[in-house]
């Protein structure tokens, strides 16, 4: 999978640069994201990728010295079950 690190979001790109998959993690502060939104086409759905999309934004927030407040319920329940990310939260 081939995701794109954009400033405050993880996204997934068709061959025809359609949107297929992305996470936004938008600054509240300077040391603080909001993990808002989750999105993963339908002809995607069933293949985890919203859960690789997580692990690289989770990943990319604490390589940035940050911390996440995730409000998007996918990203509440992701968290929930990887306790390896615990550190990063707010």
């Given at each position: 999978?081939?995701?794109?690190?954009?400033?405050?979001?993880?996204?997934?790109?068709?061959?025809?640069?359609?949107?297929?998959?992305?996470v936004?993690?938008?600054?509240?502060?300077?040391?603080?994201?909001n993990?808002n939104?989750?999105?993963?086409?339908?002809?995607?759905?069933?293949?985890?990728?919203?859960?690789?999309?997580?692990?690289?934004?989770?990943?990319?927030?604490?390589?940035?010295?940050?911390?996440?407040?995730?409000?998007?319920?996918?990203?509440?329940q992701?968290?929930?079950?990887?306790?390896?990310?615990?550190?990063?939260?707010?």
């Amino acid at each position: 999978m081939n995701f794109i690190h954009n400033p405050n979001q993880i996204a997934l790109y068709g061959d025809s640069q359609e949107l297929l998959a992305e996470v936004t993690f938008p600054n509240l502060n300077a040391t603080t994201v909001n993990i808002n939104h989750t999105f993963v086409d339908p002809s995607l759905r069933g293949q985890g990728i919203a859960g690789k999309l997580l692990l690289e934004a989770a990943e990319e927030i604490r390589t940035q010295g940050k911390l996440a407040l995730p409000t998007c319920s996918y990203a509440v329940q992701w968290f929930r079950e990887h306790g390896e990310y615990q550190d990063i939260l707010k």
